[in-house]
């Protein structure tokens, strides 16, 4: 999982918002690629990732309503962080890919 003081950090130092750490969601889940929307991982991404993927994501509401998400798609037994992606009320905004 993506260290929820990264998240944070990131939060504030990219995005200019203050994160309280306990109103922080997280959620992990397995993906088969046909499960996952293109709007959260372009199809010319997915395909070089896993099937099926472990996606953990870190979730944050701003004080404007404005909903956050930072997706990580990770490695098997690794663990190793292979794909990030950063929604804000449900459009990517930025993405890495690691792989």
């Known amino acids: ?12 130092r990219t ?10 969601g997280y959620e992990a889940y397995d993906f088969y690629r046909e499960e996952l929307d293109e709007l959260l991982i372009p199809a010319e991404h997915l395909v070089k990732l896993p099937d099926p993927l472990l996606l953990e994501t870190l979730s944050y509401v701003d004080d404007k309503g404005y909903e956050w998400i930072a997706g990580f798609v990770l490695g098997g ?10 929604i804000r009320n449900g459009e990517a905004i930025a993405y890495e890919i690691y792989i």
């Open 1 to 12: 999982m993506m260290n929820l003081d990264s998240f944070v950090r990131t939060m504030k």
């Open 15 to 24: 995005f200019h918002i203050v994160v309280k750490k306990d109103e922080v």
């Open 77 to 86: 037994e690794s663990r190793k962080k292979l794909y990030e992606v950063w």
